[in-house]
């Protein structure tokens, strides 16, 4: 079986496959046009918008190129419109054929390509005013993931501060590619708000347009851009933990969404190494960089990049933890792990944790969904 989000959506085969709970922390809301979030935005940007033939940011395109394979399933680009722009294409597609118990909606909007300093945080206004009316008051089973405009960290505590408390948020997505790392005391403001509203940090693929997608420079390619990117993934996470940030905010959580989780291992191991040497330069992390990303890190499986089953398994029992991993379609977006494959070189007990239990505890959905 090589393409699980859709063959198994058909039939009795996704009670073949798993026949648990399933709450699915990573599905995309796309506004079908900047034309959609009028309603949601002030007159004065409305204007600005018109008057400039300003048809919206480009970071989402640059991201998820419209065309490419990867952006999303064929099956799931609808006609006439952007795939996975309407609360009714994402009941068709995963909510009612895989009976989702909960979705988490990732607004991806590139709200951080915009540079205005007014203008990002109307249009994150905008995007959060929508997501809300148009896909959380539409469906009980979905929960969501805020935008912020992340290049100003003071906009984006505000941002926080104005919908945080909404009970049906659970989530900042902040773009993985960024102008400073995240472990910069620049970003405070952004986890204080954060951690006040119990909110988790959603770190999502793509981001600013400016900068390099990987640590050295840009690409030739897509297919470059694409494979590298999963280096900041790795370098926000190191940023993160030896900055200090889950000491100076202990009630922080990060999930790492669409970057895999096969290289966290051998990851972790090496920034544990450098840790040890290294540790008088930076003594408030008080404990091995493992056991940090074991409390405050939490993967998405989509993509699982896992590879043959045998090598699987040692990553699985490498994490050395059941409670890491998130189960995830990253609709529309296509991969091509086998779901099957990848619950069976799992313990069985882990299976629940990853379809749905570790994902209800992390977000705290008891209480969003009550």
């Known amino acids: 079986m090589t393409a699980p989000f859709t063959a198994l959506l058909k039939g009795s085969a996704r009670d073949a496959l798993w026949s648990g709970p399933v709450v699915d922390c990573d599905v995309h809301a796309t506004p079908p046009s900047l034309e959609a979030l009028f309603p949601y935005t002030e007159p004065v940007w409305v204007q600005g918008a018109q008057e400039r033939g300003w048809k919206g940011p480009i970071g989402e395109a640059h991201a998820y190129p419209p065309g490419a394979p990867t952006t999303a399933r064929d099956e799931w680009r609808p006609e006439g419109r952007p795939p996975a722009s309407s609360v009714e294409l994402l009941r068709q597609h995963v909510l009612d054929p895989w009976r989702v118990d909960a979705a988490l909606v990732n607004t991806a909007y590139g709200v951080d390509s915009l540079r205005h300093p007014d203008w990002a945080p109307a249009l994150a206004r905008a995007v959060n005013d929508w997501l809300i009316a148009e896909w959380l008051d539409r469906d009980p089973r979905l929960v969501g993931s805020m935008v912020v405009p992340a290049r100003d960290p003071a906009a984006a505590a505000a941002e926080i501060e104005r919908i945080g408390s909404h009970p049906r948020i659970v989530q900042v997505t902040m773009p993985v590619r960024s102008e400073r790392l995240y472990g910069q005391r620049v970003f405070w403001p952004i986890y204080e708000a954060m951690t006040r509203h119990d909110l988790v940090m959603g770190l999502s693929w793509g981001g600013t347009t400016e900068d390099a997608p990987s640590p050295t420079g840009y690409a030739s390619w897509y297919a470059e851009e694409y494979a590298a990117e999963i280096q900041l993934y790795g370098a926000q996470m190191t940023s993160m933990i030896y900055e200090g940030i889950f000491q100076k905010f202990p009630g922080l959580r990060v999930t790492m969404l669409e970057s895999g989780f096969a290289w966290v291992p051998t990851w972790s191991w090496s920034v544990n190494k450098k840790w040890k040497g290294l540790r008088r330069e930076i003594p408030w992390v008080d404990r091995l960089p493992t056991e940090i990303i074991r409390d405050h890190f939490r993967f998405s499986i989509a993509p699982a990049?896992?590879?043959?089953?045998?090598?699987?398994?040692?990553?699985?029992?490498?994490?050395?933890?059941?409670?890491?991993?998130?189960?995830?379609?990253?609709?529309?977006?296509?991969?091509?792990?086998?779901?099957?494959?990848?619950?069976?070189?799992?313990p069985e007990s882990m299976r629940p944790k990853v379809m749905a239990e570790s994902a209800r505890q992390w977000y705290r959905l008891d209480k969003a969904l009550s």
Request: hydrophobic fraction near 50%; avoid cysteine.
């Open 305 to 346: 990049d896992l590879g043959p089953a045998a090598h699987a398994r040692k990553v699985i029992e490498w994490l050395g933890s059941e409670d890491l991993l998130l189960f995830a379609t990253d609709y529309p977006h296509l991969h091509t792990d086998d779901l099957a494959a990848v619950l069976e070189v799992m």
